[in-house]
């Protein structure tokens, strides 16, 4: 199975700052790499798909890069309504499987 | 406009049974293919199961594998999780989600004595 790490679990970020989570493969997932925001009570939301296509309706803000093992999500001029917990996921192979989270909350 | 509807959560005790069944609408059902993901009390999320729009090909995490089926009607635009052999651990938000693009509300089933 290939296993997805985030880094780091959780971040503290002022309204206004750009932020950077990371996420790791244990093998090579080409750009089949996806990125969800949660928020408690509710389903995931699909931000990201193929590492940096941006999903219909989702704000510019949020942006995505990265091929093979390493990726990145960044979120410009943070927003109330962007503090939640995100998550990637690869979609290479099955089972498919998620990071473990990141949750950004607010300072 | 896509939604998706689960249903069929609820209580039950370890070793029992339950079947959801996510409703679907505002797509070609039959055209797609379906995920069930779950989510336990304040962890993370955990794919489930996999089936294909004719359902020729179905794949499973081992965490659920032989406990179980996936399954679809695609007459009726519904997709389904029989669940068997409940354990403790199968205590989760169980989503149904297209492509993971769409996602459902979830629906809660918790298994305990």
């Known amino acids: 199975d290939i296993q997805m790490t985030q880094s780091p679990s959780s971040l503290s970020a002022s309204v206004g700052d750009r932020v950077t989570i990371t996420c790791r493969a244990s093998?090579?997932?080409?750009?089949?790499l996806a990125w969800f925001q949660q928020k408690p009570g509710k389903a995931p939301k699909s931000l990201i798909y193929?590492?940096?296509s941006l999903q219909s309706g989702v704000p510019s803000k949020f942006s995505g890069s990265g091929s093979g093992t390493d990726f990145t999500l960044t979120i410009s001029s943070l927003q109330p309504e962007d503090f939640a917990t995100y998550y990637c996921?690869?979609?290479?192979?099955?089972?498919?499987?998620f990071g473990q989270g990141t949750r950004l909350e607010i300072k | 406009e896509v939604q998706l509807v689960e249903s069929g959560g609820g209580l039950v005790q370890p070793g029992g049974s339950l079947r959801l069944s996510c409703a679907a609408s505002?797509?070609?059902?039959?055209?797609?293919?379906m995920n069930w993901v779950r989510q336990a009390p304040g962890k993370g999320l955990e794919w489930v199961s996999y089936?294909?729009?004719?359902?020729?090909?179905?794949y499973y995490a081992d965490s659920v594998k032989g406990r179980f089926t996936i399954s679809r009607d695609n007459a009726k635009n519904s997709l389904y999780l029989q669940m068997n052999s409940l354990r403790d651990e199968d205590t989760a938000v169980y989503y149904c989600?297209?492509?993971?693009?769409?996602w459902g509300q979830g629906t809660l089933v918790t298994v305990s004595s």
């Open positions: 505002g797509f070609i059902f039959s055209s797609y293919s």
């Open positions: 996921q690869q979609y290479h192979s099955y089972p498919i499987t």
């Open positions: 193929a590492a940096s």
């Open positions: 093998q090579g997932i080409s750009n089949y």
């Open positions: 089936i294909s729009s004719s359902s020729s090909t179905i």
């Open positions: 989600a297209l492509n993971f693009d769409y």
